[in-house]
């Protein structure tokens, strides 16, 4: 575990793999995901994303949640480029719930302090569709800075819509600490979800199992 | 196969592949992929070539990739689009020529002006784009004579010979697009001797 402020960074599994099997197919997740065709991930598109991401040594998927464990999500790294010291950072907020609070806030900022302060990169690049205003107000409130708009690139429930492009460089990040006293973060202090019910089933095939002869 | 003013583009072969050895050991490489420099043996070469002919049927529905070939039939190069996406009718444009002796004579201008004419007229895409180092200045010439826009400027994107560079981005609508035959007359494209 990874710990940040609000939230904690925890390896993406057990339910956050059940709760991906909703969250792939949500609006959230397609925000997230803005080049990407939409279409229906079934169980086994999911399971072979969560594969894909694990075996991916310039990508990861990481799950986070609040200080009382309530899955909030996930913050990705992609396409981590040696030479130039850049990744591309996005994340997407499953529990909609959490949708602008400072939760979501404090995953980006956790992202970019693991990006700059343990892999080493110098750039951060992010973007957003130019009606994505909670991704766009985390982007800045966390220093990212608007360097372009890509003009109605991405075709978007029947429009063309624009895509904002924002970066974060090395020498503009002060600094994990720096910034969470700078933006004096609030806890949103929601009611944590009850456990998905696959989880439970598993868990009671488990009971089944330990107690059969 | 696409006739232009002073290029055709043409398939990407043999006579392409056997330059490439000469044109990425050399400073065509550094501005072809944006500030890399790399000494590549025969084999690499190669091999280089023998998986990405082994990956074609797999890109095939997300790039398309021409030869630009002078008139009378010297290889100069490259351009493709790529990263083709059929839900957003968008792709990436990326060029390369790699006969220093040609640059800055509108032959890379001519093939731009071919690929995005074959883009918007045969397959239907809505919007093209490109980018390119910030000190890249005769690509972006080229972007914005066929009638790119310069979109986004990414800062300090690109790390070219010991120095941070920005990655300039332009994008091209098709709505915007004049037709080639405008371009060619407004930019006075003609035919003329070889170098």
Same mark, same amino acid.
């Given at each position: 575990?990874?710990?940040?402020?609000?939230?904690?960074?925890?390896?993406?599994?057990?339910?956050?793999?059940?709760?991906?099997?909703?969250?792939?197919?949500?609006?959230?997740?397609?925000?997230?995901?803005?080049?990407?065709?939409?279409?229906?991930?079934?169980?086994?598109?999911?399971?072979?994303?969560?594969?894909?991401?694990?075996?991916?040594?310039?990508?990861?998927?990481?799950?986070? /949640?609040?200080?009382?464990?309530?899955?909030?999500?996930?913050?990705?790294?992609?396409?981590?480029?040696?030479?130039?010291?850049?990744?591309?950072?996005?994340?997407?907020?499953? +529990?909609?719930?959490?949708?602008?609070?400072?939760?979501?806030?404090?995953?980006?900022?956790?992202?970019?302090?693991?990006?700059?302060?343990?892999?080493?990169?110098?750039?951060?690049?992010?973007?957003?569709?130019? #009606?994505?205003?909670?991704?766009?107000?985390?982007?800045?409130?966390? $220093?990212?800075?608007?360097?372009?708009?890509?003009?109605?690139?991405?075709?978007?429930?029947?429009?063309?819509?624009?895509?904002?492009?924002?970066?974060?460089?090395?020498?503009?990040?002060?600094?994990?600490?720096?910034?969470?006293?700078?933006?004096?973060? /609030?806890?949103?202090?929601?009611?944590?979800?009850?456990?998905?019910?696959?989880?439970?089933?598993?868990?009671?095939?488990?009971?089944?199992?330990?107690?059969?002869? | 196969?696409?006739?232009?003013?002073?290029?055709?583009?043409?398939?990407? $072969?043999?006579?392409?592949?056997?330059?490439?050895?000469?044109?990425?050991?050399?400073?065509?490489?550094?501005?072809?992929?944006?500030?890399?420099?790399?000494?590549?043996?025969?084999?690499?070469?190669?091999?280089?070539?023998?998986?990405?002919?082994?990956?074609?049927?797999?890109?095939?529905?997300?790039?398309?990739?021409?030869?630009?070939?002078?008139?009378?039939?010297?290889?100069?190069?490259?351009?493709?689009?790529?990263?083709?996406?059929?839900?957003?009718?968008?792709?990436?444009?990326?060029?390369?020529?790699?006969?220093?002796?040609?640059?800055?004579?509108?032959?890379?201008?001519?093939?731009?002006?071919?690929?995005?004419?074959?883009? #918007?007229?045969?397959? +239907?895409?809505?919007?093209?784009?490109?980018?390119?180092?910030?000190?890249?200045?005769?690509?972006?010439?080229?972007?914005?004579?066929?009638? #790119?826009?310069?979109?986004?400027?990414?800062?300090?994107?690109?790390?070219?010979?010991?120095?941070?560079?920005?990655?300039?981005?332009?994008?091209?609508?098709?709505?915007?697009?004049?037709?080639?035959?405008?371009?060619?007359?407004?930019?006075?494209?003609?035919?003329?001797?070889?170098?």
């Amino acid at each position: 575990m990874f710990e940040g402020t609000l939230v904690d960074l925890v390896p993406f599994e057990d339910d956050y793999a059940t709760y991906l099997e909703s969250w792939m197919n949500e609006e959230a997740w397609f925000r997230a995901h803005l080049w990407d065709r939409r279409e229906p991930h079934p169980e086994d598109a999911v399971k072979k994303y969560i594969e894909k991401m694990e075996k991916n040594e310039r990508a990861a998927l990481i799950g986070y /949640q609040t200080k009382a464990g309530d899955p909030i999500g996930g913050l990705i790294y992609d396409h981590e480029w040696s030479r130039v010291r850049k990744v591309e950072v996005t994340f997407f907020t499953g +529990d909609s719930r959490y949708e602008g609070t400072d939760e979501v806030l404090d995953g980006l900022l956790m992202l970019a302090r693991y990006c700059f302060e343990t892999r080493n990169m110098h750039r951060l690049d992010a973007m957003s569709l130019a #009606f994505d205003e909670a991704r766009i107000d985390a982007l800045r409130r966390a $220093g990212f800075v608007h360097e372009g708009t890509l003009r109605q690139h991405i075709r978007w429930d029947g429009d063309y819509v624009d895509v904002e492009l924002y970066g974060l460089l090395e020498d503009e990040w002060p600094g994990y600490a720096a910034r969470i006293e700078a933006l004096g973060l /609030q806890a949103s202090d929601l009611e944590p979800k009850p456990k998905p019910e696959k989880k439970l089933e598993d868990e009671k095939a488990l009971d089944e199992k330990i107690l059969a002869p | 196969m696409l006739e232009g003013v002073l290029v055709d583009l043409v398939p990407y $072969g043999k006579a392409f592949l056997e330059n490439e050895r000469r044109w990425y050991n050399s400073e065509v490489y550094f501005w072809g992929t944006a500030g890399d420099r790399a000494v590549f043996t025969r084999a690499q070469v190669e091999r280089w070539q023998a998986e990405r002919a082994e990956g074609a049927e797999r890109r095939a529905s997300t790039s398309v990739w021409f030869g630009i070939l002078t008139k009378d039939g010297k290889p100069l190069g490259d351009i493709a689009l790529d990263e083709m996406l059929p839900h957003h009718r968008v792709a990436l444009i990326g060029e390369m020529i790699g006969e220093p002796e040609y640059w800055g004579g509108g032959y890379g201008t001519d093939a731009l002006l071919l690929i995005v004419e074959y883009a #918007f007229d045969w397959l +239907d895409l809505r919007k093209l784009w490109l980018s390119t180092m910030g000190i890249n200045a005769r690509m972006q010439r080229a972007a914005l004579k066929v009638g #790119f826009r310069e979109e986004a400027r990414r800062r300090w994107f690109w790390y070219a010979d010991g120095v941070w560079t920005d990655d300039v981005m332009f994008g091209l609508l098709r709505d915007e697009w004049p037709g080639r035959d405008a371009l060619v007359e407004r930019l006075g494209l003609r035919a003329r001797e070889e170098v």
